[in-house]
């Protein structure tokens, strides 16, 4: 059996144990648990090795620049059209009319970073140090971009260093396999957790906002995206979302897009033909600043809590919004949670009240299921779109995706 | 000068001048630092230690299938007699008391220790979500899971996975280097122990201490009679005395150097030419064991954390104590057999469960004496687990194993 039906098992056997056992299928959660912590044991070394050696395959500084000037600029333009799309499915469908305002718990408000700040929080003062947390991936790219480009100059004497790096990667995809094996029971656990702790009225109440969020979602991830693969990279997308299958289980298992990081490295690499130097590069970057799921809830939150609290919003508060959520998708890099996190930033921007924010809480898990796969696609299809125009993309290996299902199929 | 006996030596002028300066009201605490850096050094060690020798352990066993039913076999025995030393240990230091009243500042000191909640929170704790962090707060059992998961990982990737696997060796050789290069202070850190010890807490203590040794003696010796001979003569159905016999010169060995690895040869020699066991079965085991099984140690650490609980009077619940067992099971595995290893590794199960650290330095100082029959007791370990299967899997030659026993023969013709 393939891995992803077996998620995909777990993941239905896991909602319905959950909606039988009710709340205390929060003691399945540790099981849940120890397989994100599996996952995020692999992400830094993973990140680490597989970027230094992709930096070392550029030899070309301009190229280099070209594919990091690239990445940023697509990163940009899908995350405003995510907030854009966001803002106006919200707009259209007029949600948040007439919701019962319960304050939940005050939240702490969370300053946006300045342009200043994010810039000098890149930069590592203490490799090690960036090292030790997952929340600081963001250094870890720039340590290994540094560190690639002076193996490079290193010439033959950096040579043992570079295939230790190359190992490590290595070992790090079988790691990563190893770990996947899990998944199913992670997923199970995880699903039942999130199925258990739900109540239906809160679902009901916010049924709507779900609903149209989850169909926001869908055509960022088919119109937006398959757009991108059909008009920009001259792709066609049916071998897209097939190789990438197993990655958007997994995101929407766990609900979680850093965790489907290292799934989505190798179906990138494996499945689509995508040259290890674009996609040790594109997808660590994307994982950390390029959050397209992320960013549609927040516009649509913005709107929704506007009209839940018949706050209107003028066309430059609207442009506020549009700007904050950019910069808080990238100050937020790594941060866990941080799409509710960095919502509040982008309400505060708006002069929308931060207390909305609890209205919006009870729905987070289901609402991060879809947003996590949104998030690990787009990141997956600017590094596809980026192989194809930089002539680093196996077009044999992307079509034969489909071959090898059809076969299978006729059999 | 042989290392041990330039501990024991070294011991001995520590009692004696710590003694003097009590005599003559100098504060014998000035001599402690030589003790404190000693330990310090100990625990440069810890982190490298266990994380390249477990990862190499694990890529020793290279296809877990062809490992096949000997393989479990084996991981099984060893497994439950490291549970079952740990045990003893934990029953004696509480039957005896080891530890209570050994000092009144440090008893009400009135520590607290983060205890688990629960089971479940002692395995989620026990998965590390970034291996750079597990190595930088030393967490042990967090290094040891991440080094089972890169030795597999590093088998999975085959040729590829070499530079990584090289680079692991290598820091493995060199920091069981490293350790003998610390151990060589050894003297001067158990003098200043000793001189301590003697100089500010006076004679009681002293034979407190030599106490938990006899006890640890006393433990080390029941264990092996009873659980191993009774292995022997009952799971295995052969005569335990030939065993001894046989093992004689591995356990003299393994007495003088306290090093399980240093009386490999010896003990691979014995239980082959002496005791007729198969060169497969032998092969096998013996260097495996020889890394992962260590009783005597393992009985040391289940003692030894409840003796620095109670001499620190503090009350270890059930969950405390099954974090305590796994730990000393895990870093036993996670162990080479160089000498000194068994208190290297009592500092990473003291802090699993919170205890202080300190704790280590009055047994520090006796460490010594008692790893001699510790490593008798490791060595003896794998030897019987060998028998045991070899007997069990027919590559025993019996003809030889009974060939010392006059008795024997006799009662057969």
Known sequence: MKLWVKIIIAMF??????????PKAEMLYPVGEVFLKLIGMIIVPLVLASMTVGITSIH????????GLKTLGLY?????????LGLTFAFIFSVGYGIDITPGQPLAEVEPMTLAQIFSNLIPINPFASLTTNANILQVIVFALFLGVAINFSGERGRPLLEIMESVSEVMYSLTSIVMEFSPIGVFAIMAWVAGRFEMSVLLSLAKFLSIYYVACLIQLFVVFGGLLVFIARLSPGPFFKGMWEAMTVAFGTCSSSATLPVSMQCVQENLGVSKNISSFVLPLGSTINMAGAAIFQGMAAIFISNAYGIHLDFLSIITVVITAVLSAVGAAGIPGSGILMLSAVLASAGLPIEGIGLLLGIDRIREMISAVVNSMGDAVVAVTIAKQEGELDELQYYDVQVAELEESEA | MKLWLQIIIAMIAGIAVGALMRVTGFDAKVLLPLGTAFLELVRMLVVLLIFASMTLGITGVRDPKKLGRLGIKTLLFYFCTTVISIAVGITFATYFELGVGF??????????ITEPQSVSEIFVSMIPSNPFAALVSGNALQIIVFSIFLGVAINMSGEKGRPVMDAVESLADVMVQLTSIVMKFAPVGVFGIMAWIAGTMGLDKLLQLARFVLVYYFACLLFASVIFLGMIRLIAGLNPVRFVQGMWSAIVVAFSTGSSSA??????????????????????????????????TALFQGMAAIFVAQVYGIHLDMYSVLTIVITATLSAVGTAGIPGQGFIMLSVVLTSVGLPYEGLFMLAAVDRLRDMIGTVVNVMGDAVVAVTVAKQEGELDEMCYNQGLPELEGSEV
């Open chain 1, 60 to 67: 070309d500084p301009k190229k280099l620049g070209r594919v």
């Open chain 2, 103 to 112: 000092s009144e500042e440090m008893a009400n000191a009135s520590l607290t």
């Open chain 1, 76 to 84: 940009f333009v899908t995350t405003v059209i995510s907030i854009i």
């Open chain 1, 13 to 22: 056997l896991g909602l319905v144990s959950g909606w039988v056992i009710g």
């Open chain 2, 263 to 296: 009386s490999l040869p010896v003990s691979m020699k014995c239980i082959q030419e002496n005791l007729g066991v198969s060169k497969n079965i032998s092969g096998f085991i013996l260097p495996l064991g020889s890394t992962i099984n260590m009783n005597g």
